[in-house]
């Protein structure tokens, strides 16, 4: 069983700057991929980052790629989403997930795990 929680949502300016944070506890957790996903209003629910929790690699969309960064606490057990140079289409729901497999996935039905969500909203 593993528990996340995000926070760090915030109503930020075109071209800003958002850290997210997702608070990971569990066991077993280097058997992990934590991920982040975003859902805008009418929209599925969309791939961003994820990362390996024992190795640190890395993945990211495309829609993010270049502009977003995961990484984990590996004092703690805080996964992180930096955001830079945010758009307003990149508004939304972000979710932080988890996933126990050797392989990566970017379909949200193939993670048991999920947070509540964070609400990041972009506008001037």
């Known amino acids: 069983q593993v528990q996340l929680v995000e926070s760090g949502g915030d109503l930020v300016q075109p071209g800003g700057s958002l850290r997210l944070s997702c608070e990971v506890s569990?066991?077993?957790?280097?058997?992990?991929?934590v991920s982040w996903f975003r859902q805008a209003p009418g929209m599925e629910r969309e791939f961003a980052a994820a990362?390996?929790?024992?190795?640190?690699?890395?993945h990211y969309g495309d829609s993010v790629k270049a502009r977003f960064t995961v990484s984990r606490d590996s004092a703690g057990n805080t996964v992180y989403l930096q955001m830079n140079s945010l758009k307003p289409e990149d508004a939304a729901v972000y979710y932080c997930?988890?996933?126990?497999?050797?392989?990566?996935?970017?379909?949200?039905?193939?993670?048991?795990?999920w947070g509540r969500g964070t609400q990041v909203t972009v506008s001037s």
């Open positions: 997930a988890a996933r126990q497999d050797r392989r990566l996935a970017i379909t949200p039905p193939l993670y048991p795990y």
């Open positions: 569990g066991s077993n957790l280097d058997k992990y991929w």
């Open positions: 990362i390996k929790w024992s190795s640190q690699d890395t």
